[in-house]
T-cell receptor, first 112, second 109 residues
């Protein structure tokens, strides 16, 4: 069974540009979570999608947005990139609440 | 104050030692996770607990819901156990994980 896959692995963007990160959950998992891990900081919750809808959102500005497609894959979009957006972005999926999460390997975004 | 606190922040051990990492939380939770993150960044879910104790190989995780405390134990530690161990909790129906800052473990041969 394929795990959670994220693409691209690495992404370099210029300040002010937009970045799009993609996540494919484990087959059958309907929930997708996005987390940010900035250098030297802990993991921070970004977004939770379930059954195509945004269920919860972390304390991030509106330029962080995303969506979940009918096949449960998800995109994270970051507009008007700032230097401090440089981080490892991790996606996780689960079948339902309180069931184990599976994490992807992450996308390392560098904003220059 | 963080909702999830871990201790210690850093831990160095000799191969073979018994290791304990602690996690305390201040909110009501529906479950607690122990995660392992290696230097490359990938995260592996080790345990999910809502009560009692779980064991997998040399790893043991316990949780005391009344005291809002969990521990992760590693028996007969090995250099390959070197990683950051992260405690994370789920609050009710919110779905997302709230993370501790992690414990960086280094096991010396």
């Amino acid at each position: 069974e394929a795990g959670v896959t994220q693409s691209p692995t690495h992404l370099i963007k210029t300040r002010g540009q937009q970045a799009t990160l993609r996540c494919s959950p484990i087959s059958g998992h309907t929930s997708v979570y996005w987390y940010q891990q900035a250098l030297g900081l802990g993991l921070q919750f970004l977004l939770w999608y379930d059954e195509g809808e945004e269920r919860n959102r972390g304390n991030f500005p509106p330029r962080f947005s995303g969506r979940q497609f009918p096949n449960y894959s998800s995109e994270l979009n970051v507009n008007a990139l700032e230097l401090e957006d440089s981080a490892l972005y991790l996606c996780a999926s689960s079948l339902e609440l309180d069931v184990g999460y599976t994490f992807g390997s992450g996308t390392r975004l560098t904003v220059v | 104050k963080n909702e999830v606190e871990q201790s210690p922040q850093n831990l160095t051990a000799q191969e073979g030692e018994f290791i304990t990492i602690n996690c305390s939380y201040s909110v009501g939770i529906s479950a607690l996770h122990w995660l392992q993150q290696h230097p490359g960044g990938g995260i592996v879910s080790l345990f999910m607990l809502s009560s009692g104790k779980k064991k997998h190989g040399r790893l043991i995780a316990t949780i005391n819901i009344q005291e809002k405390h969990s521990s992760l134990h590693i028996t007969a530690s090995h250099p390959r156990d070197s990683a950051v161990y992260i405690c994370a909790v789920i609050r009710g129906s919110q779905g997302n994980l709230i993370f501790g800052k992690g414990t960086k473990l280094s096991v010396k041969p």
